[in-house]
T-cell receptor, first 117, second 115 residues
Framework: DSGVTQTPKHLITATGQRVTLRCSPRSGDLSVYWYQQSLDQGLQFLIQYYNGEERAKGNILERFSAQQFPDLHSELNLSSLELGDSALYFC????????????????FGAGTRLSVL | GENVEQHPSTLSVQEGDSAVIKCTYSDSASNYFPWYKQELGKRPQLIIDIRSNVGEKKDQRIAVTLNKTAKHFSLHITETQPEDSAVYFCAASSKSNTGFQKLVFGTGTRLLVSP
């Protein structure tokens, strides 16, 4: 167990709908990262938050948004869902944004499997 | 932006053989290179990492080498066992346009170790 908690584990929804994925980082970790993994694909970086503020952005669609709350948990919102959005969505956390020994090690949650029908 | 290429995409070995997975990166400023193992349906787990001030790092049967000049790094697994079967991802750190580091992942190598 990495200490990173993601809910729900599975989500089935229809095209055009909106969903929210939730992530609680490891205790003490300030950074949260979101990744998308489509079937048999690699990990596509979506976005990073550090202590409540957006720090880095990857290939995140405009239909997707995220935020990190004062208690450091994060939510990824996916709207106007399309079939192609079906994927595993991982959250990872690390102690700091990008400094210090071990500060960059990212610990992954178990993921949320999203199926858009 | 940073690009990380990983080869091979699939690798089949016999138990006891060695396995080598290679990655190249494009950003000369990259200075952190982790390797993750992902078993089927599970989360990626860090197995070893290396920083740019080190050329090689070992942890039991796993080793990683880094050639900064050539911008490539490799994962070596010796005496492979069936439980090593998984998808392995390399990654390289890269500065985003906000100045903060992010990880760029390779496309993964599916390793199959046959008994």
């Amino acid at each position: 167990d990495s200490g990173v908690t993601q809910t729900p584990k599975h989500l089935i929804t229809a095209t055009g709908q909106r969903v929210t994925l939730r992530c609680s980082p490891r205790s003490g970790d300030l950074s949260v990262y979101w990744y998308q993994q489509s079937l048999d694909q690699g990990l596509q970086f979506l976005i990073q938050y550090y202590n409540g503020e957006e720090r880095a952005k990857g290939n995140i669609l405009e239909r997707f948004s995220a935020q990190q709350f004062p208690d450091l948990h994060s939510e990824l919102n996916l709207s106007s869902l399309e079939l192609g959005d079906s994927a595993l969505y991982f959250c990872a956390s690390s102690p700091s944004a990008d400094s210090g020994t071990g500060g960059r090690i990212q610990y992954f949650g178990a993921g949320t499997r999203l199926s858009v029908l | 932006g940073e690009n990380v290429e990983q080869h091979p995409s699939t690798l089949s070995v016999q138990e006891g053989d060695s396995a080598v997975i290679k990655c190249t990166y494009s950003d000369s400023a990259s200075n952190y290179f982790p390797w993750y193992k992902q078993e089927l349906g599970k989360r990626p787990q860090l197995i070893i990492d290396i920083r740019s001030n080190v050329g090689e790092k070992k942890d039991q049967r796993i080793a990683v080498t880094l050639n900064k000049t050539a911008k490539h790094f490799s994962l070596h697994i010796t005496e492979t066992q069936p439980e090593d079967s998984a998808v392995y991802f390399c990654a390289a750190s890269s500065k985003s346009n906000t100045g903060f580091q992010k990880l760029v992942f390779g496309t993964g190598t599916r390793l199959l170790v046959s008994p």
